[in-house]
């Protein structure tokens, strides 16, 4: 199946400061990207969509100013958490679909954020 | 939007013995996919199969979709099965609408 890959898979960060999650389809090209949250023994909630060369869409609740979203290319999305806080550790997962036939959807390795 | 509901919740299995996932979801989906989410969060794509059945080895799935639901098969489950199985569905065309999650079922094989 196609491949996406996130960067980094676990990272802590101090309070205050800014994390930058990469998100590549490394076989096929997505002018779209989704990226979710998942708490502990949750399932995986939408945060937003990422489209290349415009604005992400953002599900209602989450702070777009918070999660900075860029899709500068046809195979890098990009989520940085911003001025990161306790309550924004969690695992955040990204995922495109394949565009070539039925565009089943594949999900990147994730990212386990922790704030201290 | 679309509601996906999954059962059991939680499930504990010796190893060995076959279970039944189901799903069930509230509209005509044109993708419906099952995932297995390992014990370092990775989801792997276990089916695509917004209808019909497929087959791949001890696993199979079997989507009715006209009575809005979908099976996921376990035979002679082994502990590498453990983690959380997750149905996820969508009803766009284009590749360019979000997949919906339910909330997954978590499978225990105890050895």
């Known amino acids: 199946g196609a491949v996406v890959s996130q960067h980094p898979s676990r990272v802590i960060c101090k309070s205050g400061t800014s994390v930058k999650i990469e998100c590549r389809s490394l076989d096929f090209q997505a002018t779209t990207m989704f990226w979710y949250r998942q708490f502990p023994k949750k399932s995986l909630m939408l945060m937003a969509t990422?489209?290349?060369?415009?604005?992400?869409?953002?599900e209602q609740g989450v702070e777009k100013d918070k999660f900075l979203i860029n899709h500068a290319s046809l195979t890098l999305s990009t989520l940085t958490v911003t001025s990161a806080h306790p309550e924004d550790s969690s695992f955040y997962i990204c995922?495109?679909?394949?565009?070539?036939?039925?565009?089943?959807?594949?999900f990147g390795q994730g990212t386990r954020l922790t704030v201290v | 939007g679309i509601q996906v509901e999954q059962s059991p919740p939680d499930l504990i299995l010796q190893e060995g013995a076959n279970s039944t996932l189901r799903c069930n979801f509230s509209?005509?989906?044109?993708?419906l996919q099952w995932f297995h989410q390992n014990p370092w969060g990775q989801l792997i794509n276990l089916f695509y199969?917004?209808?019909g059945t497929k087959q791949n080895g001890r696993l199979s799935a079997t989507t009715v979709a006209t009575e809005r639901y979908s099976l996921l098969y376990i035979s002679s489950s082994q502990t590498t099965d453990s983690g959380v199985y997750f149905c996820?569905?969508?009803?766009?065309?284009?590749?360019?609408?979000?997949?919906?999650f339910g909330k997954g079922t978590r499978l225990s094989v105890i050895a």
């Open positions: 996820a569905v969508d009803s766009g065309y284009a590749g360019n609408t979000p997949l919906v």
């Open positions: 990422s489209n290349e060369g415009s604005k992400a869409t953002y």
């Open positions: 995922s495109a679909r394949d565009p070539r036939g039925r565009a089943e959807a594949f």
């Open positions: 509209d005509s989906v044109n993708n």
């Open positions: 199969i917004p209808s």
